[in-house]
């Protein structure tokens, strides 16, 4: 493994009109990227493309899991994965596009150069930088942000963010069994245990755009069980110390 190395931590669920052109942007950066997909047995033979392009793409790395487990549990065990393998820098990302890959160099720069321990795509540091959602969906997003901070004292201005990039030494101090949420309150989990730690946090600003190919994974459900998940976590958080 070289000294500094990167790995890109993809779940997947029916994604196979995305799968080949994200793995092909990754890898054609300037810096060299590893991919880890996690898919959750996706009907569409999403893990039978990512394998026919192992024989291509030795960057390329599969995890297939037995059927939807949740978002959350797929970034654990991508995270454990990637710490057994002594990455440096450890990325979240979409495969949808919806994560320009080109931004992965700003999240690395962040990291490598600039002192961040966890490097946050944020869609709201510079204004509203959303594309084609619908304006439900982004009051919906941008309000649930103004409540995270309200609720933890975090000050985030994308606490939802999925594009991220964090150092090993994060993840290592973060005890991803005790994670709670599944769904999309992973997120916001993630980045309140890594504040909560004491972790250097930066914002890098990104142009969000919703998909093109295939379906959103987004519903109220989801939504709304980030939004409760929030008050228990902070509930726990003034009577565990040790999160």
């Known amino acids: 493994m070289d000294e500094v190395s990167n790995i890109v931590i993809i779940p997947t669920f029916k994604e196979r009109e995305n799968i080949e052109s994200i793995i092909k942007s990754i890898s054609s950066l300037a810096i060299p990227f590893d991919i880890l997909i996690i ?4 009907p569409d033979g999403t893990a039978n493309i990512v ?30 994965w990637a710490l057994e393998k002594s990455y440096n820098y450890i990325y979240e990302m979409d495969a949808d596009f919806s994560h320009d890959p080109h931004d992965l160099l700003k999240l690395y720069k962040a990291c490598s150069e600039n002192g961040a321990d966890l490097a946050i795509g944020s869609r709201y540091i510079s204004g509203v930088n959303v594309v084609n959602w619908p304006l439900s969906r982004v009051l919906m997003s941008y309000l649930a942000s ?22 090993k030494e994060v993840l290592k101090n973060i005890r991803l069994d005790k994670i709670k949420s599944v769904g999309y309150g992973f997120q916001i989990e993630m980045k309140f245990k890594t504040w909560k730690l004491g972790y250097k946090i930066f914002e890098v600003p990104i142009i969000f755009t919703d998909r093109k190919l295939g379906a959103s ?23 565990i110390k040790n999160l």
């Open 51 to 80: 394998k026919d392009l192992q024989k291509s793409f030795h960057n390329l790395h599969l995890i297939e899991r037995p059927g939807k487990m949740g978002l959350g549990t797929a970034y654990i065990a991508g995270f454990k």
């Open 217 to 239: 994974k987004m519903s109220g459900g989801i939504f709304n069980e980030a939004l409760w998940g929030v008050l228990r976590m902070k509930i726990r958080s003034i009577f």
């Open 146 to 167: 103004i409540y995270v901070r309200m609720v933890t004292g975090m000050k985030i201005m994308d606490t939802t963010a999925g594009f991220k990039c964090y150092k």
């Open 39 to 42: 898919d959750d047995n996706s």
